[in-house]
């Protein structure tokens, strides 16, 4: 089946970016929010969106670039027709906060709430007796397994993941991934939609905690932190370490100001309450660092109102 409306279960971050990049391919789209309040938290991010999609592709058709395959392939850019598109995708995605309304005739939903168990699994007892027979279910969460809520969405056949790096426009990959009640054909079916929104499709064919990108950055991530919360430097040396000294465009500072710092809590808080989900080798590697530091120190941060980028200061300032 080839998916036609599209639903995406909340409009943070990725979720938000997630909405954009499907209705600038085309798709009818609509963002499930819970509250006023978190309409007036998901429209600034569209706002901006739109921009930064005019902005690259003005950059592209300069050649001050980077190029941005998520929005346009080099042999085919037409400036005028891509500028068209984000104005239509704009314009045409729909908030909604009633969740009936909201899927009555979904093709696809993609959950895209924040790494928290217990939120996930009540939204999905919800959405289950919403949901239409056709309606094919996906996760985008960054680290927890299809296999924990599959029994929670009632219809384990049609739940899968589809997870998404950062700033997708540009880091155009969607990692797809099964559980073992997952229909093969709805797999494909992923693969296919992945293809369809511009995305390199990777195939995830055994559940990992971490999928592919995760399982490399979140280490990585940890580790910058665990430096920060245990007082060897502070973050702005930390990620000069990092960019300097290996050319990556970020640092693990700056790269929790981009995904927020609400979603690096739920992750510190996560890795290390939840058994088996590092090998016994990176555990061990793993124990010296300072969980509860982290903790504290994000604790603080999300307690001012310091959420990152979204919110204008972070680690960094961006205001």
């Known amino acids: 089946m080839r998916y036609s409306k599209v639903v995406i279960g909340g409009g943070g971050v990725l979720g938000s970016q997630i909405a954009f990049q499907t209705a600038f391919c085309g798709f009818d789209v609509t963002i499930w929010l819970r509250s006023e309040s978190s309409i007036t938290r998901t429209q600034p991010k569209l706002d901006q969106l739109k921009e930064t999609y005019l902005e690259a592709i003005e950059k592209m058709a300069s050649g001050e670039g980077p190029w941005c395959a998520g929005i346009a392939a080099e042999e085919n850019f037409k400036k005028e027709e891509l500028i068209a598109k984000v104005n239509r995708a704009y314009e045409s995605i729909q908030l909604e906060l009633d969740l009936k309304k909201a899927v009555g005739d979904a093709d696809l939903v993609i959950e895209s709430m924040a790494e928290n168990t217990n939120d996930k699994i009540v ?11 056709k309606t094919v279910l996906v996760t985008n969460s960054s680290t927890l397994l299809p296999s924990a809520f599959a029994k929670y969405t009632g219809r384990p056949e049609k739940y899968l993941s589809l997870h998404f790096a950062n700033s997708i426009w540009k880091n155009n990959t969607a990692e797809v991934m099964a559980q073992d009640k997952t229909d093969k054909k709805h797999f494909d079916e992923l693969i296919q939609f992945a293809n369809d ?31 920060y919360a245990s007082g060897v430097s502070d973050p702005k040396s930390i990620d000069m ?79």
């Open 123 to 133: 939204f999905y007892k919800a959405l289950a007796p919403l949901l239409p027979e």
């Open 241 to 319: 370490a990092w960019t300097h000294g290996t050319g990556a465009p970020k640092g693990p500072f700056q790269i929790f100001d981009t995904v927020g710092l609400t979603t690096a809590y739920n992750i510190v808080h996560q890795y290390q309450s939840v058994p088996g989900i590092f090998s016994p080798l990176l555990k061990k590697m793993m124990m010296p660092y300072n969980f509860k530091a982290m903790e504290s120190i994000l604790n603080k941060y999300i307690a001012e109102g310091k959420l990152g980028v979204s919110s204008g200061e972070g680690f960094y300032k961006y205001k």
């Open 197 to 227: 929104i511009r995305m390199i499709a990777l195939p995830v064919l055994k559940e990992k905690n971490g999928y592919l990108l995760n399982s490399m950055l979140v280490p990585f991530l940890l580790s910058g932190l665990d430096l």
